[in-house]
């Protein structure tokens, strides 16, 4: 039973003397006790995991984040319209970093099972892996979108959380679709490592493509179903909490933007926040960050995308559009209320997503016989013969 698998969030600490009060997010947030029924009304999930030995020596501290981000989040001010927020507490201490993950795993893998996102609050970024196991066990073949201004693969003969992806990719190499990164920063990334994850169809999207673009770019975040958060992606500036201390990154507003448009996508089900230290943090600077940014996200599932019925739907216009390149018309729907465009790709390999958000350039492109790169990447990694 899940519930021999977690622990009570520190009540006393999250909370001011007098409990939450009535404006603020935490008095309407349900915590788990014995009563699973709960499971079912929720539609995002918030898990605790104080996992943190498998980080670097300098940064095991990152596992004090869990409540400290509660904390923050839960004195935010409740917006009309917010989603149902169950808080399941905390993956029990286990005797191996191993051990956690193998728990962790199962714990999601069942949660899955409920139509609900999940928030994960680490811990260091080596999570990742049963993160992504607990969604690939429950929904078969997935998308990996790493946050990160890094890719963690090292040829070292060592594991941690900074050359994690070895070990993913090794243990779920059939259940991997693709994986793309969104913040890369190109001089800490080296050809090698982009090499080594060409079966994923990897996709580097740099800090200077989606400076300012966020908008432009919001399909890449529409299409993820399992995100791994870095905190070490954020400009230093404005996220000291970190043990990488480098000057560029992310602007807090764009990660407002980045999460807002995760928690609008109708298929991005698991959010993990990672490598978040507090002993690094300046007045708590970095824990408000995440805390803000997972209010945007509560606020973009409340304005959540749904993608059923698109082709009956009246507030939907459908275009069918012919190419030269293409032996058939591709279906192309447009949401004017969110702005997006939804290509119909009903044979795609993958069983759960029949439609995948493009670009408006995508779109015109193909429309003015060219097929743009992000386009050709979707069907290329989808095997669809245009």
Not at 101 to 126: P, T
Not at 303 to 312: C, F, G, H, Q, T
Not at 326 to 350: G, R
Request: aromatic share 12%; with cysteine; proline share 3%.
């Amino acid at each position: 039973m899940i519930l021999d698998f977690l622990e009570a969030p520190d009540f006393d600490y999250i909370q001011s003397t007098e409990g939450f009060l009535t404006h603020e997010l935490g008095h309407y947030i349900k915590f788990l006790d014995t009563d699973l029924s709960l499971l079912n009304a929720a539609k995002v999930f918030i898990l605790g995991v104080k996992e943190s030995r498998n980080s670097t020596k300098f940064n095991i501290a990152c596992e004090l984040a869990v409540e400290e981000i509660r904390k923050q989040l839960y004195h935010l001010t409740y917006q009309e319209g917010f989603p149902d927020i169950l808080d399941l507490g905390n993956i029990i201490n286990s005797e191996k970093p191993e051990n956690t993950y193998e728990i962790l795993e199962k714990v999601l893998a069942y949660l899955h099972s409920f139509d609900a996102k999940v928030i994960i609050l680490g811990g260091s970024q080596d999570l990742t892996i049963p993160q992504f196991g607990g969604f690939s066990e429950f929904y078969g073949k997935s998308s990996l979108t790493l946050i990160d201004e890094r890719i963690d693969l090292r040829d070292k003969d060592i594991f941690d959380s900074h050359n994690f992806l070895s070990k993913l990719t090794e243990r779920y190499r059939h259940k991997l679709l693709d994986i793309q990164f969104l913040g890369s920063q190109i001089y800490f990334i080296h050809q090698a490592q982009i090499d080594a994850l060409a079966q994923y169809f990897p996709r580097l999207h740099r800090l200077g493509s989606l400076r300012y673009a966020m908008e432009a770019n919001k399909h890449h975040l529409l299409n993820t179903q399992v995100v791994s958060f870095d905190i070490n992606v954020m400009k230093q500036a404005d996220a000291p909490g970190r043990y990488a201390q480098t000057p560029n990154g992310f602007f807090s507003d764009e990660l407002a933007q980045i999460f807002r448009y995760l928690g609008t996508s109708p298929y991005m089900k698991s959010l993990g926040i990672y490598e978040l230290n507090p002993q690094f943090d300046l007045r708590t600077q970095s824990i408000l960050l995440v805390a803000q940014a997972l209010w945007y996200f509560l606020e973009g599932v409340s304005d959540a995308i749904s993608v059923e019925n698109l082709d009956k739907r009246s507030d939907i216009r459908e275009f069918q559009v012919e190419n030269d390149l293409s032996h058939k018309p591709m279906k192309f729907y447009f949401d004017a209320n969110h702005e997006v465009f939804w290509l119909d790709l009903s044979n795609a390999v993958d069983e759960n997503r029949q439609y995948f958000a493009v670009s408006q350039k995508d779109f015109d492109l193909y429309k003015s016989e060219y097929i743009s790169d992000d386009l050709l990447h979707l069907l290329t990694k989808l095997s669809i013969d245009i």
